[in-house]
């Protein structure tokens, strides 16, 4: 039996957990999440508390047990705190802004790195070197920092560059430190 997916989900007041057409949604306070159900899976909802049962012990079944498990997990959270990644801009001159629905970063290039937000997603900016990126499904979050991240890795000899709060960044000798 899966460890994972034998957990019960506390399903909080205020969320409704439906199933049909073999997709699955869940609303709440923050909006709407829809995932495709996997097969071999059934959603049990009882009285504030949601459970995944699966059919039978197959291989892939009882791989998509834990899976469904944690995607539903995610998406109650979603729909009821949120999700939030947050990173830091290092770099002298490095700085970012919010104009309108667009991120606005300035990375050291030549030129302006204009990002419109996906659909569901804020960003804010504070003081300009700290972005937070909030947003009800995890996946989206996670893939729009990442794509932050991306316009401007953090350097492996200065540590100029966009990278994930707490994140340590290990920084090179350079030339001069081999002697």
Do not use: C, W
């Not at 205020?14 to 996997?38: C, E, H, R, S, W």
């Not at 899976?67 to 949120?82: D, E, I, S």
């Amino acid at each position: 039996m899966s460890r994972i997916g034998k957990m019960p989900i506390p399903v909080p007041a205020g969320v409704a957990i439906t199933v049909a057409d073999g997709q699955l949604k869940v609303n709440g306070p923050k909006g709407q999440l829809t995932q495709k159900m996997a097969v071999g899976v059934s959603i049990v909802n009882e009285a504030g508390v949601a459970r995944v049962v699966r059919a039978d012990d197959s291989r892939q079944v009882r791989a998509n047990h834990g899976l469904t498990r944690a995607l539903l997990n995610n998406m109650v959270k979603g729909v009821t705190t949120g999700f939030e990644r947050k990173l830091d801009i290092q770099g002298v001159g490095f700085k970012s802004e919010v104009k309108g629905t667009t991120l606005v970063m300035q990375l050291g290039f030549s030129h302006p790195i204009n990002f419109p937000f996906p659909d569901g997603i804020t960003i804010s900016v504070e003081k300009g070197t700290k972005l937070s990126v909030k947003g009800s499904d995890r996946q989206i979050v996670g893939e729009t920092a990442a794509k932050l991240k991306s316009f401007r890795p953090p350097d492996s000899y200065k540590g100029k560059g966009v990278r994930f709060e707490g994140e340590h960044v290990r920084l090179k000798a350079g030339k001069t430190a081999k002697k």
